[in-house]
C-alpha cells in the first residue's frame, strides 16, 4: 500500500497586509500585502489524502516519512515567504537558539534566515549588519540610546543576489525589493528601529532584547551566474537549510532519498512535476512540499525555481 506521504502536498499560501508592503501578491487587494506565507507548518494542504489538514498536523503525525532522517524533533523546521518590499521594513534582529529560549521560553526556536532576491529596483539597498570596528559595547549603547542607525551597514543588491542572515545579524530590507526568504520556524523579531513611524498595535520596538541579542556581525552578499538548464545551483546553506535554484528548460532531477523533505518554489514559467507515474503542474509562485518517503522525481518545462530543504 503506498504511504500517505508519498505525494507531494500542495499548500495555500498564506497573504499578510503589512504597512510596508506592495501590490506583486496581491493587486487586487484593497490594502498593501507584504508577505506571503507558502511553506510553513500553519499552511492548509489542498487535495490528496491529507486535504484540508495543515503541513504541521501532517509532519506531527508522519515525521519520519515527511521530514527524513535529518530532521530533529517532529516540527516541520523551516518557513519559506515571498516579500514584496513598497518601503523600508522595520530595522530588526532575530535571536538564536539559545536567546530564543531564554527571552521567549521553551519551545521556541532562533531564525537564522536567508534571502535570495526576485527583483530589485535600480538604486534598491538593505541593511546587513553593522559598519566596520563597531564594538559590541559600542552597538548595545547606539541600540538602547536610539542611536543604531549611526552604525548599520547599507549595502545595494540587484536581482539574483543571495543572502545569508545568521541570527543576532541586525538588517532591514529596503524598498523596491520583491524576494524569497527561507528560515527557522520562527516567528520572533525584536525591533530595533521603525523609520519614525507612528507606534502602532504590533510594532513596539524591543530595545532591550535587540541589545542582548545583536552581534556587529556583517552578512555577505553572494552573486552567481544563473544556472545552465536542468541544472540545480546552491546558493547558500547552513545548519538548519540549504537552499537551491533549479533552471528548467531540461529535465531537473531530484530524490528526497528518504533524508530530508524539499520545498520548492515555481518563480517563473511552468513547471511539470512527475513521481512514481503521476504528475502536477505548477504555475508561477506555486509551492509544493515533496516528502522524505517521496523518493526520485523529476520537473519539466520551461521555469525558474527554487528547493529548500534539511543540510
Known amino acids: 500500500m503506498t504511504s500517505p506521504t508519498a505525494a507531494p ?12 508592503g506592495g501590490r506583486r501578491l496581491a493587486p487586487e487587494a484593497g490594502a498593501p500585502v507584504g508577505e506571503a ?10 487535495g490528496g489524502p491529507h486535504a484540508g489538514r495543515t503541513l504541521g498536523e501532517v509532519s506531527a503525525e508522519h515525521p519520519g516519512e515527511m521530514l527524513g532522517t535529518r530532521a530533529q524533533g517532529t516540527r516541520f523546521p523551516l518557513l519559506i515567504k515571498l516579500l514584496d518590499c513598497a518601503e523600508w521594513l522595520s530595522v530588526q534582529v532575530h535571536p538564536d537558539d539559545g536567546q530564543a529560549r531564554d527571552l521567549a521560553g521553551e519551545g521556541h526556536l532562533g531564525k537564522t534566515e536567508a534571502w535570495h532576491l526576485l527583483d530589485a529596483e535600480p538604486g534598491a ?17 547606539a541600540i538602547l540610546e536610539g542611536r543604531v542607525m549611526d552604525h548599520a551597514h547599507r549595502q545595494p543588491v ?100 528518504g533524508e530530508s523533505f524539499h520545498a520548492v518554489t515555481v518563480l517563473s514559467g511552468e513547471a511539470r512535476l512527475t513521481w512514481q507515474g503521476e504528475d502536477v503542474t505548477l504555475g508561477a509562485l506555486d509551492s509544493v512540499v515533496l516528502p522524505a518517503a517521496l523518493g526520485p522525481y523529476r520537473l519539466e518545462g520551461e521555469f525558474a525555481a527554487l528547493r529548500s530543504r534539511l543540510p
Open 37 to 46: 506565507w507558502v511553506v510553513y507548518e500553519g499552511n492548509v494542504v489542498e
Open 9 to 20: 502536498l500542495v499548500l495555500q499560501a498564506r497573504l499578510s497586509e503589512r504597512v510596508w
Open 125 to 141: 539597498e538593505l541593511i546587513a549588519g553593522v559598519r566596520p570596528g563597531t564594538g559590541a559595547d559600542e552597538l548595545r549603547a
Open 158 to 257: 540587484s536581482a539574483g543576489d543571495t543572502v545569508l542572515m545568521p541570527a543576532g545579524t541586525l538588517h532591514a530590507l529596503g524598498p523596491g525589493l520583491f524576494l524569497y526568504e527561507v528560515q527557522q520556524t520562527s516567528d520572533l523579531t525584536y525591533r530595533v528601529y521603525d523609520w519614525d513611524r507612528p507606534p502602532s498595535a504590533g510594532r513596539a520596538l524591543h530595545l532591550r532584547e535587540s541589545a542582548l541579542v545583536t552581534t556587529n556581525a556583517q552578512a555577505a552578499v553572494e552573486r552567481s551566474h544563473p544556472p545552465r538548464a536542468g541544472e540545480a545551483q546552491e546558493l547558500t546553506r547552513c545548519d538548519y537549510f540549504v537552499l537551491e535554484r533549479l533552471a528548467g528548460g531540461e529535465a531537473v532531477m531530484g530524490d528526497t532519498r
